[in-house]
């Protein structure tokens, strides 16, 4: 059964949970989005019975530190494994051009060379185009650029064995050139950084960022069926799931996941 399990839902700065990370899989096999801002990707995946055996493809979506760090993590293990020979097969990793240059400059100056060596042979990057569109472990899956007014960003829609379809729009608002990719989705990632009254707190239209109230309203003006919330604040975590879904279902009709750090959404 395919299921969504949330790594990390915080915004950049989050001490009191992870930051943006996500896995959508099948079984043993999984397909990260994201890997957040440091090496607590390897304890969250721990956490959350994923082994790095299994993860042959990585999406990273753009070059802020709360969603590539994790990234630098997952290559030096990921290595390791291929090393020892318990990490079968490549792996893949998408992003555009100008992240990948970013993260080879930095894994050159943090792997050893050794390492480097897997880099081209099993360790593979496919810098992507607007449309650009691959077979992910069996799933049509579609980048698409998200039209970020900070830095260049890619999102990504999933058409799942179930043929619902999932499509993460990075974390800054909807685009309304990216409907094509989020119109009807089954499931609309939406990013939230806070309520609607804190709006004054955490300024997130000053930052490219949307409050529940923007992404509930998006997601019933596109015809979502499910939102899922995330790349939020993390002042009032033992309140948060509660008080955004009560937000959102005052201007969305259809079904909010808010999750918390390691939750599971069967898709």
């Known amino acids: 059964m395919e299921q969504l399990t949330a790594l990390g839902t915080g915004y950049a700065i989050a001490t009191n949970c992870y930051t943006t990370s ?8 999984h397909f990260m989005i994201d890997c957040g801002g440091g090496n607590g990707i390897l304890t969250q995946l721990d956490h959350a019975g994923i082994s790095l055996a299994r993860i042959h493809h990585i999406f ?3 070059c802020h ?11 030096r293990m990921i290595g390791h494994g291929i090393e020892k020979g318990v990490y079968e097969d490549n792996l893949h990793i998408y992003c555009h051009k100008e992240l990948a240059d970013g993260l080879l400059s930095m894994c050159q100056f943090m792997l050893p060379a050794r390492m480097l060596s897997l880099f081209g042979t099993r360790i593979l990057f496919h ?12 799933r049509k899956t579609v980048f698409f650029d998200t039209r970020s007014k900070k830095t260049l960003q890619y999102g990504v829609k999933v058409t799942l064995k179930n043929d619902k379809t999932i499509t993460y729009l990075g974390d800054e608002p ?16 939406h990013e939230a950084l806070c309520m609607e009254r804190e709006e004054a707190k955490y300024h997130p239209h000053k930052i490219q960022h949307s ?16 939102l899922v919330l995330f790349h939020t604040e993390d002042k009032n975590m033992a309140l948060r799931k509660h008080a955004y879904t009560k937000e959102a279902e005052e201007y969305f009709r259809g079904n909010t996941y808010v999750p918390d750090d390691l939750d599971v959404i069967i898709l």
């Open 65 to 75: 530190t709360d969603h590539i760090m994790g990234a630098v993590w997952m290559l």
């Open 127 to 138: 810098c992507l185009a607007d449309g650009m569109t691959f077979d992910i472990l069996g």
């Open 60 to 62: 990273l979506s753009h």
């Open 22 to 29: 996500f896995t959508v899989s099948d079984g043993n096999e």
């Open 174 to 189: 909807y685009r309304e050139e990216c409907a094509v990719y989020a119109e009807e989705a089954d499931y609309l990632m």
């Open 211 to 226: 409050t529940v109230k923007d992404a509930a309203e998006c997601a019933e003006r596109l015809g979502a069926k499910n």
